[in-house]
């Protein structure tokens, strides 16, 4: 098991260009997330995916898009890239199953460094 | 929405001494609290969580601890080693009935172990 994937490693845009970053998990899990990472500020939620087919905004979701290809795929797509975005991107997966036998860790890919100048 | 103080942002201790890391939260209907382990270039590491039907739970060196009346949760590292050297993050989760929902962290204590 490889766990959570993501791709690329490093990244350096230029102010206004697109990137999709790509995320996969091999765990089976039902949900899926994306957070940002900044100097002093912990780990934000972006969006997330409860479940193939579902998408809902986190705590910092604008300027960017979101797409649950599959069950294993989630990828986070900024359309116009902002030096404000500069950030260490990471995607975590869970099985969250509702009720009884509820499985609630988050399991982290090793993220993605993203530099806009 | 739900907010997680931790303190401190630096911790330093001996080797084999214990370091302690607090959080409190705001969001009384949160009942997942997970802590996590980051190293540098790496992602956060799952090491110890507790729900909120239980007041205590150990794992070898680490324990976390949670007081739902007073919202805060601690974890508590004994006999430190070197490899424990490390950001350690706490987070809290509120159920919206929708589903999955992402959990709220603190913004992390750099824990360094003085040989």
């Known amino acids: 098991n490889a766990g959570v994937t993501q791709t690329p490693k490093f990244q350096v845009l230029k102010t206004g260009q697109s990137m999709t970053l790509q995320c996969a998990q091999d765990?089976?899990?039902?949900?899926m997330y994306w957070y940002r990472q900044d100097p002093g500020m912990g780990l934000r939620l972006i969006y997330y995916s409860a479940s193939e087919g579902t998408t809902d905004k986190g705590e910092v979701p604008n300027g960017y898009n979101v797409s649950r290809l599959n069950k294993r795929e989630f990828s986070l797509r900024l359309e116009s890239a902002a030096p404000s975005q500069t950030s260490v991107y990471f995607c975590?997966?869970?099985?969250?199953?509702?009720?009884?036998?509820?499985?609630?860790?988050?399991?982290f890919g090793p993220g993605t460094r993203l530099t806009v100048t | 929405g739900e907010n997680v103080e931790q303190h401190p942002s630096t911790l330093s201790v001996q080797e084999g001494d214990s370091a302690v890391i607090k959080c409190t939260y705001s969001d009384s209907a949160s009942n997942y609290f997970p802590w996590y382990k980051q190293e540098l270039g790496k992602g956060p590491q799952l090491i110890i969580d507790i729900r909120s039907n239980v007041g205590e739970k150990k794992d070898q060196r680490i324990a976390v601890t949670l007081n739902k009346t007073a919202k805060h949760f601690s974890l508590h590292i004994t006999e430190t080693q070197p490899e424990d050297s490390a950001v350690y993050f706490c987070a809290a989760r509120s159920y919206s009935g929708g589903g999955a929902d992402g959990l709220t962290f603190g913004k992390g204590t750099h824990l360094i172990i003085q040989p």
């Open positions: 975590a997966s869970s099985e969250a199953l509702r009720g009884a036998g509820r499985r609630d860790e988050q399991y």
């Open positions: 765990m089976n899990h039902n949900s």
